[in-house]
T-cell receptor
Framework: DAGITQSPRHKVTETGTPVTLRCHQTENHRYMYWYRQDPGHGLRLIHYSYGVKDTDKGEVSDGYSVSRSKTEDFLLTLESATSSQTSVYFC???????????????FGSGTRLTVV | GESVGLHLPTLSVQEGDNSIINCAYSNSASDYFIWYKQESGKGPQFIIDIRSNMDKRQGQRVTVLLNKTVKHLSLQIAATQPGDSAVYFCAENPPNDYKLSFGAGTTVTVRA
């Protein structure tokens, strides 16, 4: 999607290795989010950020850490990848965070991660 | 039109018919709701939203209805087209919260 880029788009990694996914935005939005999407579970929030160096946990944060050293980049790290972390990961950005009328979130195209 | 009951994951609809997708939300305090469309291999895309002080909002070929009494949200798509085939998610946002919570999604398949 315009203004938000995720990298890599696909990755295969081995169990026990660290993995970092990157989300980059050009919209200067304050809020950034990492979700994972699994069949039957919809989108579940991993971590989010409400400003540079300001982050908080979501509902499925165990095994993940994040960093936001500048407005445009939000990194998601799997400390030691496990097979249960095989998933599609989406980054989202928001100007207002609480939604605001007709704001919602803008999502990236996703990163498909496979842990073998 | 065709509709799916709450929590059913799939909906098959004839091209040209109206579609109704239902969603039950969990937090009675939520005051902002959004419908997203996700096509295969892509991220979710914003369709339409509604605030809790409204019961209905219309967009281009789509209408969202909100029933706060039973915590129910629905998305109506008029004259469904093949390009409407996708997974549709509802999302809710409680007040003073930076986060959206998403439902499990409904897969809509349009029959030619």
């Amino acid at each position: 999607d315009a203004g938000i880029t995720q990298s890599p788009r696909h990755k295969v990694t081995e169990t026990g290795t660290p993995v970092t996914l990157r989300c980059h935005q050009t919209e200067n939005h304050r809020y950034m989010y990492w979700y994972r999407q699994d069949p039957g579970h919809g989108l579940r929030l991993i971590h989010y950020s409400y400003g540079v160096k300001d982050t908080d946990k979501g509902e499925v944060s165990d095994g993940y850490s994040v960093s936001r050293s500048k407005t445009e980049d939000f990194l998601l790290t799997l400390e030691s990848a496990t097979s249960s972390q095989t998933s599609v990961y989406f980054c989202a950005i928001s100007e207002s965070g609480t939604g605001g009328f007709s704001d919602g979130y803008t999502f990236g195209s996703g990163t498909r991660l496979t842990v073998v | 039109g065709e509709s799916v009951g709450l929590h059913l994951p799939t909906l098959s609809v004839q091209e040209g018919d109206n579609s109704i997708i239902n969603c039950a939300y969990s937090n009675s305090a939520s005051d902002y709701f959004i419908w997203y469309k996700q096509e295969s291999g892509k991220g979710p895309q914003f369709i339409i939203d509604i605030r809790s002080n409204m019961d209905k909002r219309q967009g281009q070929r789509v209408t969202v209805l909100l029933n706060k009494t039973v915590k129910h949200l629905s998305l109506q798509i008029a004259a469904t087209q093949p390009g409407d085939s996708a997974v549709y998610f509802c999302a809710e946002n409680p007040p003073n919260d930076y986060k959206l919570s998403f439902g499990a999604g409904t897969t809509v398949t349009v029959r030619a």
